[in-house]
């Protein structure tokens, strides 16, 4: 299944323009279920500085493991099953981001298949614009809420417009929006009517729809030994995946962009 070849690996991100949409979680929950799960090679460039979230995440998940027993176990079954290696997770600077992993991955003996990217969600200098532009695909967590589309619409509509006029002459080959947080208590009619707006702009929207779900604070503890949704070490348990639709979203990515 895993490529692997000399091909360049593909550069992804998941992004947004605001904050809290769920682009640190799904770029962790994409990378992890693409590494451990269906067998890719991937590294995360961390470039949302200086929170560094999914950087930070990984040690954080990583100190507790040496003191929680459990989570050793767990992992020791689990890596020598796996015969690889966490995937690599390579903090940076939003402007030298896109330098610092070509770097990175010249450096590497190995060759990766996926590159995911966690970039600043404001695109306030040329060399952040630029690295946008040098991904081959986006993907934008959206919800139904004013503030976000208020947000994010004005930025998917410059990136579509600049992918139109440019005709294929940019790396960037398509902007993908898809719902996230989707809950029973929003209007149903509400979906429909962003995503006719957005149809008509030219934009796909992704038919995968993540539910709104208390699984996302499911985070590894130090005193835990309960299920993992969102794990930097760990691929998500059966338990919480079922109903997730994470399995959904990966496999329209991987359809997206030929992994
Ligand atoms: N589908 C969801 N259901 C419930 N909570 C979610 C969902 N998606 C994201 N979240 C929560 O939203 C918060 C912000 O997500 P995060 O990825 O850190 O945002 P960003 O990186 O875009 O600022 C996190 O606490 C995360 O657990
Ligand atoms: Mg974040």
């Not at 029973?184 to 779900?213: F, V, W």
Request: proline letters at 6%; aromatic letters at 12%.
């Amino acid at each position: 299944m895993t490529a692997n070849n000399n091909r360049q690996p593909l550069y992804i991100a998941i992004c947004t323009q605001k904050g809290g949409a769920g682009k640190s979680v799904f770029t962790t929950l994409v990378a992890s279920y693409l590494h451990y799960i269906k067998g890719y090679n991937v590294a995360i460039i961390d470039c949302d500085y200086p929170q560094w979230s999914i950087y930070k995440m990984r040690q954080r998940e990583a100190e507790q493991i040496e003191r929680n027993s459990f989570y050793q176990n767990k992992a020791e079954i689990f890596f020598s099953k796996l015969n690889k290696p966490t995937y690599p997770i390579v903090p940076c600077q939003p402007e030298t981001g896109l330098q610092q992993a070509k770097e990175f991955l010249y450096s590497e003996e190995q060759s990766y298949d996926i590159v995911l990217f966690d970039l600043p969600g404001t695109v306030n200098n040329e060399s952040v614009v630029q690295t946008y532009f040098a991904m081959d695909y986006l993907f934008v967590p959206i919800t139904t809420s004013r503030i976000n589309m208020e947000s994010t619409l004005p930025f998917m509509i410059s990136t579509h417009e600049m992918l139109t006029v440019n005709q294929g002459n940019t790396k960037l080959r398509g902007i993908y929006p898809f719902w996230n947080m989707v809950s029973s208590k929003e209007k149903p009619e509400l979906y429909s009517y962003y995503e006719k707006a957005i149809l008509e702009l030219g934009i796909p929207i992704l038919e995968t729809r993540i539910p709104k779900s208390v699984r996302y604070d499911r985070e590894q503890s130090i005193e835990g030994n309960d299920y993992l949704f969102l794990s930097t070490i760990f691929p998500p348990d059966k338990p919480l995946l079922k109903g997730s639709n994470l399995n959904l979203l990966v496999d329209e990515i991987i359809q997206i962009t030929g992994l």
